[in-house]
């Protein structure tokens, strides 16, 4: 069963085709990224490199993470401003199209204790570490923790049984990617720390457990298993307030200067972001089924029509058993 917030959706905007669903998550998608990206001089460039990162993995495919990435950065500013009851609201508001987005409450810990942020940022890292090794016994563990019969128990238990999400370590050529944002994201800080380019209170702490979230899954627990990049998913919109003081100046930071004519660090952070765009090209088979998707319309000309009436009949059974089956009738 998917989160309640998603179910809503389908129920009321579904009645008007699957169709109806997309376009709705779509514009409430632009709206909620374009009041994150208007804090920054040149939104433009920030709303480019979310679509560079997420278009393949979440903005086509995962719709229900992406409807929960979008509220999660609109809650960015409502974070750094401390209108702390707003931002858990909006937290949970995202945990009902999906449940990972939980995982941005943690961002109340360094608004109120730096040292406690310091500890569970760097622990984020050293378990990241650990889990090349450890993996099933930390997996096993964290199933231990969660509330029996939860969406996030169900969840992991399936990944841990499944073939396809255990974990098995995957380094390809898209490392080389990942080993540029871990530069950038040391380099960046340096520069923000040396040169006091915060605009707020406890501004670097909020940052630094985001980079940690975000290295900690989406790069370094992200080789063992793919699928659990999603969560470090939630740090990204830190990471690019931090990249961002070398492209501009933003509601969060002070734009960096250089004596230099050219700004390699923008060079390079512009590098990055293109490359992200045609990595998934790059893959001989896309784990996000994006390239390589298959439906009975596409295999419309080689089934004949008793076998393309079995097929439908397969899928509207599926959803059914959702309790979905009035999309059958579109």
């Known amino acids: 069963m998917f989160e ?190 040396r040169n006091l380019l915060s605009k707020h209170t406890n501004l670097n702490n909020i940052i630094l457990l985001g980079c940690c979230l975000y290295i900690a899954f989406a790069i370094f627990i992200g080789k063992m298993m793919p699928v659990m990049t999603r969560i470090g998913w939630y740090g990204f919109p830190y990471v690019l307030i931090l990249l961002y003081i070398h492209v501009g100046e933003s509601f969060y930071y002070k734009k960096v200067l250089t004596a230099r004519k050219v700004n390699f660090s923008k060079l390079f952070i512009y590098a990055y972001f293109a490359l992200q765009i045609i990595r998934p090209f790059t893959y001989e088979h896309s784990y996000y089924n994006i390239m390589h998707q298959q439906t009975i319309f596409q295999n419309y000309d080689t089934m004949d029509d008793v076998s393309l009436r079995i097929a439908a009949k397969d899928k509207c059974l599926i959803l059914t058993n959702m309790g979905y089956n009035y999309l059958c009738s579109i």
């Open 4 to 193: 309640p917030g998603y179910n809503f959706i389908v129920t009321t905007i579904g009645l008007l085709g699957f169709q109806a669903i997309i376009i709705f998550i779509a514009f409430i998608n632009v709206l909620l990224i374009y009041q994150y990206a208007k804090y920054f001089d040149h939104g433009c460039f920030v709303v480019i490199s979310i679509m560079c990162l997420f278009m393949w993995s979440i903005y086509i495919e995962a719709i229900r993470q992406a409807l929960a990435m979008s509220i999660v950065m609109y809650s960015v500013r409502k974070l750094i401003c401390r209108e702390l009851k707003k931002y858990i609201l909006l937290i949970l508001l995202a945990s009902t199209f999906h449940i990972t987005a939980l995982i941005a409450l943690l961002f109340l810990i360094p608004v109120y204790s730096g040292k406690l942020n310091k500890i569970l940022s760097y622990g984020l890292l050293s378990v990241s570490c650990l889990f090349f090794f450890f993996s099933n016994s930390i997996l096993n563990f964290a199933l231990g923790v969660l509330p029996v019969g939860s969406i996030a128990s169900q969840k992991l238990n399936f990944y841990l049984s499944s073939d396809q999400y255990k974990p098995m370590l995957s380094i390809g050529s898209g490392s080389a990617l990942d080993v540029i944002m871990l530069v950038l994201i040391g380099f960046s800080f340096y520069k923000v720390k």
